[in-house]
Nanobody
Framework: QVHVMESGGGLVQAGESLRLSCTVS????????IGWFRQAPGKEREVVAC????????AYSDRVKDRFTISRDNAKNTVYLQMNNLGPEDTAMYSC??????????????????????????WGQGTQVTVSS
């Protein structure tokens, strides 16, 4: 059984930083790309970032590019999301998930459609990030 757990969220002030962790068990971790998504109240879930199986390829939402950094440690089955210069607009529940296989992609790469939550599975419960102004 696949288990996904996010941690590291909290309440911070604008301009501060947080590092989120996503730990996955129950599958061969380094077979899969991992995506971070977020959902604010009343809004749809949106992609934040994605990282390929090896960490060699990353992709970001334009909203967080240059502020957030995704990385992974396959020895620890963990993906990290370093978030700097946070603003109130970053307030949301942050969740991670594993990339689903697709044509030409066995799940190890984010793919051109990495922004689509439907392309991911094995969602965690999420970790809340709240940024005060």
């Amino acid at each position: 059984q696949v288990h996904v757990m996010e941690s590291g969220g909290g309440l911070v002030q604008a301009g501060e930083s947080l590092r989120l962790s996503c730990t996955v068990s129950g599958l061969i971790f380094d077979d899969y790309a991992i995506g971070w998504f977020r959902q604010a109240p009343g809004k749809e879930r949106e992609v934040v970032a994605c990282i390929s199986w090896s960490g060699g390829t990353t992709a970001y939402s334009d909203r967080v590019k240059d502020r957030f950094t995704i990385s992974r440690d396959n020895a620890k089955n963990t993906v990290y999301l370093q978030m700097n210069n946070l603003g109130p607009e970053d307030t949301a529940m942050y969740s991670c998930a594993t990339r689903e296989p697709a044509v030409g992609n066995r799940g190890g790469y984010c793919g051109a459609d990495f922004a689509r939550p439907g392309r991911f599975a094995n969602w965690g419960q999420g970790t809340q990030v709240t940024v005060s102004s």
